[in-house]
Nanobody, 122 residues
Framework: QVQLVQSGGGSVQPGGSLRLTCEASEYRRCMAWYRQAPEKERDWVATFASDGNTNYIDSVKGRFTISRDTAKNILYLQMNSLKPEDTAMYYC???????????????????WGQGTQVIVSS
């Protein structure tokens, strides 16, 4: 089982930026960020596959960037132009196979970070 330790997040005004970090204890082909807003189900935000392919949910395209330091097993999520609707608990997830990145199905991700809160409010 992979240990995922998250850092970053916090509170920011609309239009601001934050960066989330997820350190993994070992390599996994597919890494992703999910989020869960209050009273809503957890949903995927961005994925980073082993071939470098990335995908984003439509609402964050052009504002969020997922990146990965494969040598250090660290995943990042740079969030710019933040909006109140981005307020959520953000989770890092890891899947042994790239199927997780293609399907974005939560069941494909066997390992999850502890979560980090992001609040966007004026």
């Amino acid at each position: 089982q992979v240990q995922l330790v998250q850092s970053g997040g916090g509170s920011v005004q609309p239009g601001g930026s934050l960066r989330l970090t997820c350190e993994a204890s070992e390599y996994r082909r597919c890494m992703a960020w999910y989020r869960q807003a209050p009273e809503k189900e957890r949903d995927w935000v961005a994925t980073f596959a082993s071939d470098g392919n990335t995908n984003y949910i439509d609402s964050v395209k052009g504002r969020f960037t997922i990146s990965r330091d494969t040598a250090k097993n660290i995943l990042y999520l740079q969030m710019n132009s933040l909006k109140p609707e981005d307020t959520a608990m953000y989770y890092c997830a890891a899947a042994q196979w790239d199927y997780g990145c293609r399907s974005r199905a939560q069941i494909a991700f066997g390992d999850w970070g502890q979560g980090t809160q992001v609040i966007v409010s004026s």
